[in-house]
Nanobody, 122 residues
Framework: VQLQASGGGLVQPGGSLRLSCAASGRIFNINIWGWYRQAPGKQRELVAV???????NYVDSVKGRFTISRDNAKDAVYLEMNSLNPEDTAVYYC?????????????????WGQGTQVTVSS
């Protein structure tokens, strides 16, 4: 299963961006979608997750500013980011896990997107 992330860019403090990530391949279902980020010199951190049931969770630093959502019909996930500040600057990665179809039956998968750069600067 391949993931393609998009939507990053340069934005001024206080601005907004919307990240998208679409999955392709022999997908049976996607259980959990997640967005992670990695800033220079820092470890990758989990930003937000959304389950198949629609439950969401966020790292404290983005609560109230970021919203994760999913479109099951499109096998896609989105991250709406508002009130961005320079501390949000990072490469953002999408992640999905679930089950895929194969000639051997259904198999688990855990896939990562290629990352999209978000830079918040004036």
């Amino acid at each position: 299963v391949q993931l393609q992330a998009s939507g990053g860019g340069l934005v001024q403090p206080g601005g907004s961006l919307r990240l998208s990530c679409a999955a392709s391949g022999r997908i049976f279902n996607i259980n959990i979608w997640g967005w992670y980020r990695q800033a220079p010199g820092k470890q990758r951190e989990l930003v937000a997750v959304v389950t198949s049931g629609g439950a969401t969770n966020y790292v404290d630093s983005v609560k109230g500013r970021f919203t994760i959502s999913r479109d099951n019909a499109k096998d896609a996930v989105y991250l709406e980011m508002n009130s961005l500040n320079p501390e949000d600057t990072a490469v953002y990665y999408c992640n999905a896990n679930g089950k895929r179809n194969s000639e051997f039956g259904r198999r688990d998968f855990d896939s990562w997107g290629q990352g999209t750069q978000v830079t918040v600067s004036s």
